[in-house]
């Protein structure tokens, strides 16, 4: 092999070395102090925006947090959920889920765009409740109309009727046939208990049992509608009596507040006189002016009932239903907590 072979072939190689240390070096360079950077033409360009990872877009029937107010009302506004299209029966209203209100909902400056956005929270939760109390209302409705017809009732039938009229307060020990123990007035009494309860009334119990959402209590313990327990372990203590006998019921989430609260209307013996015009068809009025104990101010609880369904024209929402969630499943939203920087 000649002299000037072999020189050749070293200075490949060399040149091979050489390039793959100066890409290590690149390499090492670009971990430590970032890519280059690179003489760009002038040109204006747009206000930089920080981007952050979208919010997970909630799935119809899924309950969802917000960190602040100001993402609830894009996240509504996103959905195409408006009070007014509502009131005139043209939209339904998204199942959207609000677990909790955020934090800062007291401190919404804008009067009117703090009860629009509680009024769009809690008219979802109202509509689910009621849904769901209507589907276990067909199937006992179905099954009473069995006994009275003295059909015998499936094991399985018998059973849940049974655990409905215990949950209900109708039947107080297991073991019984319901059979026998519904046949009569104890049937007529289970059916005018399991029932729904108008959306103005619920609407109207909710403003004023949380002041529009800005209580303690609804924005601590998502307790909305100001239910009063004597376990203090499940409950929050009122700030002006912390000595007091009772507590402010906690509650998991928004959801479970308004099924609590119906719950309570449907079952305790203080609301006999409200299930009893309720069974009559009473208006969401009338109905306000059963609930005398419901509030330590008697009567004029009630006035302020009817005066908040006025005021607020709550009647309108009477035939609301739940529709689609008005978004696509498996989306995200346009980055709801993106803020323009200067």
């Known amino acids: 092999m000649s002299a000037s072979t072999i020189a050749s072939g070293t200075r490949r190689r060399v040149a091979v070395v050489v390039a793959a240390l100066c890409l290590v070096a690149f390499q090492v360079s670009a971990l430590t102090f970032g890519p280059p950077s690179w003489p760009l033409p002038a040109r204006s360009a747009p206000p930089l925006v920080r981007v952050v990872t979208p919010a997970p877009l909630p799935d119809g029937g899924s309950e969802f947090t917000v960190a602040s107010s100001a993402t609830l009302l894009r996240l509504y506004d996103r959905a195409a959920y408006d009070l007014d299209t509502v009131r005139a029966g043209e939209t339904d209203v998204p199942r959207l889920y609000l677990a909790a ?169 203080a609301y006999r006189a409200f299930r009893a015009a309720r069974a009559k068809g009473a208006s969401a009025r009338t109905l306000a002016g059963t609930l005398t104990r419901y509030s330590e101010r008697g009567a004029v609880y009630g006035e302020e009932l009817v005066e908040i369904i006025a005021q607020n024209d709550l009647e309108s929402f009477r035939d609301a239903r739940l529709g689609a969630t008005n978004i696509e499943r498996g989306g995200a939203w346009d980055d709801l907590e993106s803020v323009p920087q200067s």
């Open 101 to 269: 209100l955020p934090s800062d909902f007291g401190e919404l400056e804008d009067v009117g765009a703090r009860k629009e956005a509680f009024l769009r929270t809690v008219l979802p939760l109202i509509l689910r409740a009621n849904d769901e109390i209507a589907i276990v209302r067909t199937r006992v409705s179905a099954l009473l109309e069995k006994i009275r017809d003295d059909e015998p009732l499936r094991r399985a039938d018998a059973r849940w009727l049974a655990s409905i009229a215990r949950q209900y307060g109708v039947i107080d020990t297991e073991g019984k046939d319901p059979q026998a123990a519904l046949s009569g007035a104890a049937g007529r009494t289970l059916l005018a208990r399991v029932d729904t309860v108008p959306v103005p009334l619920a609407l109207a119990q909710a403003i004023v049992e949380s002041g529009w959402g800005r209580s303690r209590f609804a924005l601590e313990g998502s307790a909305i509608y100001g239910q009063w327990t004597w376990d203090k372990a499940q409950g929050i203590a009122p700030s002006g009596a912390p000595d007091a006998a009772h507590a402010v019921r906690a509650f998991d989430s928004l959801t479970d507040s308004v099924r609590g609260y119906m719950h309570n209307l449907n079952t305790h013996p």
